[in-house]
């Protein structure tokens, strides 16, 4: 397992509802230093792309972000969440549906932030049916701009949105991919990555997290 899977086993709790709980350590309370490690392996597995900027979405993928940014030394762009339909020409707009609040929200970007000047990399904390990242993608398209890929913590890939994402052509990086999780048993089950660096340890995939 990598650092993140450690932690994940350690400290995640598996709710209903296909939901995993971060929030002592990534989401609510934050680990610094992790996300600082987290930080250095998005900036190690995309160090050959041509990164300007990188882009995210409040609130929670702004942690994950800023320690990507840091390590690539651009600047960190989060598009806000705006109830305000008076959106006046000066914005990429997109829609996003909430997976875990199940309501939708514009979300915004100023066009002065982004342009087809920029190769971006998008970050966020969690994949699941892949919205947030389609509204960010569609932000960086609208703005003329390079997706140079996407860097997720956290995909359940139990969901459709890291499918959806890679068949459009997409480099998606994902640190833990979670193929299964029971509330009942709290059972997390992390899908083996070639890429991984160090040695593999297939047999300690599936782990009881209490
Ligand atoms: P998607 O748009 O891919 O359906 O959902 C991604 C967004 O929903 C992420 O930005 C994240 O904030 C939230 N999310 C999705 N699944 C989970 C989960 O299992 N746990 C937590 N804490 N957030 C999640």
Redesign the pocket.
């Known amino acids: 397992m990598n650092f993140l899977e450690e932690r994940i086993v350690k400290d995640g709790v598996v709710k209903p509802g296909?939901?995993?709980?971060?929030?002592s350590f990534l989401?609510h309370q934050m680990d610094i230093s992790l996300l600082n490690e987290i930080g250095r392996e998005f900036h190690r597995r995309f160090a050959d792309c041509p990164i300007t900027k990188v882009l995210t979405?409040e609130a929670?993928?702004i942690a994950i972000a800023y320690p990507v940014a840091s390590e690539f030394g651009v600047p960190l762009v989060f598009a806000k969440k705006s109830k305000s339909i008076n959106i006046d020409g000066e914005m990429y707009v997109a829609e996003?549906?909430?997976?875990?609040h199940k309501n939708k929200n514009q979300v915004v970007v100023s066009r002065r932030f982004l342009g087809p000047e920029d190769h971006v990399l998008i970050i966020?904390?969690?994949?699941?049916?892949?919205?947030?990242?389609q509204g960010l993608i569609s932000i960086v398209e609208a703005a003329g701009a390079t997706v140079e890929g996407l860097g997720i913590a956290?995909e359940?890939g139990f969901?459709i949105?890291g499918r959806v994402i890679r068949n459009l052509g997409y480099r998606l990086e994902s640190l833990a991919i979670v193929d299964a999780m029971d509330d009942e048993t709290g059972t997390i089950t992390f899908r083996p990555q070639d890429e991984r660096p160090g040695p593999r340890q297939p047999d300690r995939n599936q782990v009881e997290t209490r």
């Open positions: 296909n939901v995993l709980k971060v929030d989401n979405i929670s993928g996003v549906e909430s997976f875990t966020d904390d969690f994949l699941a049916n892949g919205c947030a990242l956290i359940k969901q949105g």
